[in-house]
T-cell receptor, first 113, second 113 residues
Framework: NAGVTQTPKFQVLKTGQSMTLQCAQD?????MSWYRQDPGMGLRLIHY???????DQGEVPNGYNVSRSTTEDFPLRLLSAAPSQTSVYFC????????????FGPGTRLTVL | AQSVTQPDIHITVSEGASLELRCNYS??????LFWYVQSPGQGLQLLLK??????LVQGIKGFEAEFKRSQSSFNLRKPSVHWSDAAEYFC???????????FGSGTQLTVLP
């Protein structure tokens, strides 16, 4: 099993550009989530999904879109990048919900100039 | 809304010494509590969790945590720290819906030889 994979590992964008962060898991997990990690702020939930076709907002959803067309994939879209979105982004998955052990991907370090 | 406070931003201990990392939460009902660890450049890994029952919970890597309702605390402990324990530690709390976790800001642990 590859676990949770994220691509790319690093990305630099200019303000106003859009991009998609990819996340995939091969554990047949129903629950998937996206977090951003900023110094001194821990992890903050952006969006989550409890199954294919079902997504919901977390604590900091503005500026981000998600979709869940398959159980395996949960991409995160930045619609119009802003410097405030410079962060490290983690995707995670768990069997059925946030209270099962969440398995985290290696992260994507995004810089918006 | 629930919240988590980790009062110590950075802790330094000598190898072989005991360790206690503090976590205080704010939530109206009995919360679901977690400790995750993040090694440098990695995603997070679950150390232990508390849902109900025995207030002293054992986790992986020799860690334990104690839930104290009267103090709204869930402190993480280890009797003897190893150099490989150097990492950042996050406490997290969740309400009853099992859909979202709120993470603390983290405590960075340095282990001296």
């Amino acid at each position: 099993n590859a676990g949770v994979t994220q691509t790319p590992k690093f990305q630099v964008l200019k303000t106003g550009q859009s991009m998609t962060l990819q996340c995939a898991q091969d554990m047949n997990h129903e629950y998937m989530s996206w977090y951003r990690q900023d110094p001194g702020m821990g992890l903050r939930l952006i969006h989550y999904s409890v199954g294919a076709g079902i997504t919901d907002q977390g604590e900091v959803p503005n500026g981000y879109n998600v979709s869940r067309s398959t159980t395996e994939d949960f991409p995160l879209r930045l619609l119009s990048a802003a410097p405030s979105q410079t962060s490290v982004y983690f995707c995670a998955s768990s069997l059925t919900g946030a209270y099962n052990e969440q398995f985290f991907g290696p992260g994507t370090r995004l810089t918006v100039l | 809304a629930q919240s988590v406070t980790q009062p110590d931003i950075h802790i330094t201990v000598s190898e072989g010494a005991s360790l206690e990392l503090r976590c205080n939460y704010s939530y109206g009902a009995t919360p679901y509590l977690f400790w995750y660890v993040q090694s440098p450049g990695q995603g997070l890994q679950l150390l232990l969790k508390y849902f109900s029952g025995d207030t002293l919970v054992q986790g992986i890597k020799g860690f334990e945590a104690e839930f104290k309702r009267s103090q709204s605390s869930f402190n993480l402990r280890k009797p003897s720290v190893h150099w490989s324990d150097a990492a950042e530690y996050f406490c997290a709390v969740g309400p009853g819906s099992a859909r979202q976790l709120t993470f603390g800001s983290g405590t960075q642990l340095t282990v001296l030889p």
